[in-house]
């Protein structure tokens, strides 16, 4: 299917795209677009872990501010600004060398549903956890979460069902203020988000907020209305309610299972390991959302329930019936590693299926020699 895009936003139209007009001159023409996709993901990948390595468990900024360097968070707002420029030239790149090809969208999209999650997992140690005076949950952390790749979802779902991408207002917006949540922390410390900033409120009450309203008030609202406009023009690519909701069914009861782990815990999982659990949850998200951009792009019909959901039913079921006990940590662990493994291999392989059926290389914009 031929890749359509749709974006209004005016910070996107009047602001960025000027800036990343001027950044593409830069760009070699013999680099191949998708070099460009991966190195933004890597550089979200390695602040992430650098993160991690300072504020394994989101207590670093709460506790004692100072654990994380200052140099951490400028680097964060560098890789950050980074990635999302890459982000946004990729596609420009790829017109200017005249190598669109199916494998590259599915690429950029395929990475930024990880990315997504990753995003929101490093950002977090910019607020911390809560300490009983500052901080946010670790349950408002999993709502943040969930309702981001709620928002990621709905704009592939709308994709699958119009074939237009309407490009989400958030995902601009969100990426300037991370930039600008990291520059501030640099430069004023972290007690910047321990202090309360306006009649009583604190800068992440403000952000959740406006998280929230966005979610459910900008881009929701727009997905369905652009489905709806679809449906009146006649240009829905699903006929039936059960075929355009479908892609629907895995997320939702991927999240349906993960909220059950959470709540009825025996251990309080969530609690003991935020950050691997919350992980746990990107990747899977990940994949699943990889099938639907999968089926979307090539017009078939997403299975009814993804194969990840069995294996975790079963986690979940011997968590929460007490049958893991003291090792549910362990099986965590365990569990987010093969999950994560098997989500690098099912990239892979789609990435060699597709270039070696496009014949093309994923990296080079070389052609491959015929066998």
């Known amino acids: 299917s031929q890749y359509s895009a749709v974006d209004t936003n005016p910070l996107s139209v009047y ?13 070699p023409l013999w680099i191949a ?35 994380v360097p200052t140099w951490v968070w400028l680097f964060s707002a560098f890789t950050t600004f980074c990635a ?21 969208e599915l690429f950029d999209h395929g990475l930024d549903s990880w990315a997504t999650s990753i995003f929101v997992l490093s950002f977090f140690s910019v607020c911390s956890r809560d300490n009983g005076k500052t901080g946010v949950s670790v349950y408002t952390m999993y709502i943040y979460l969930s309702i981001v790749l709620f928002n990621f979802t709905c704009s592939h779902w709308e994709k699958y069902n119009t074939g237009v991408l309407f490009l989400p207002w ?26 309360p900033f306006l009649f ?18 900008l881009s929701f609202p727009q997905t369905l209305y652009n489905i709806r406009r679809a449906h009146l023009k006649k240009t829905l690519k699903n006929d039936s309610l059960y075929e ?21 815990s025996p251990g309080n999982i969530l609690a003991k390991q935020p950050r691997l659990f919350l992980w746990m949850v990107g990747v899977a998200f990940s994949n699943v959302i990889c099938k639907v951009i999968i089926c ?39 569990f987010t590693t093969l999950v994560t493994a098997a989500h690098v291999h099912y990239g892979v392989c789609v990435g060699r299926q597709l270039s070696e059926h496009l014949n093309i290389y994923i990296f080079s914009l070389k052609k491959r020699v015929q066998e």
């Open 170 to 195: 958030g995902y601009d917006i969100s990426q300037v203020v991370l930039i600008a949540a990291y520059l501030l922390t640099g430069a004023v410390g972290v007690e910047v988000w321990q202090k």
């Open 84 to 104: 999302y420029a890459l982000d946004s030239i990729d596609g420009k790149h790829a017109r200017r060398t005249q190598s669109s090809t199916p494998l590259g």
């Open 15 to 27: 602001i960025m795209q000027p800036i990343w007009n001027k950044i593409i001159k830069i760009v």
């Open 296 to 334: 979307q792009m090539s017009s078939t019909q997403p299975e009814l329930f993804h194969w990840f959901l069995f294996p975790l039913a079963l986690v979940v079921y011997a968590a929460i019936s007490g049958l893991l006990g003291w090792t549910e940590e362990v099986v965590l662990a365990v």
């Open 200 to 217: 009583g409120y604190y800068i992440t009450d403000a952000l959740v907020m406006l998280l929230i309203g966005f979610s459910l008030f």
């Open 244 to 264: 355009g909701l479908l892609p629907l069914v895995s997320p939702l009861l991927l999240f349906i299972l993960l909220t059950v782990w959470v709540v009825l």
């Open 33 to 67: 677009p998708n070099v460009l996709t991966f190195s933004g993901f890597v550089m979200i990948l390695v602040n992430y872990f650098l993160i991690s390595f300072y504020d394994w468990d989101y207590t670093a900024s709460g506790t004692s501010p100072g654990l």
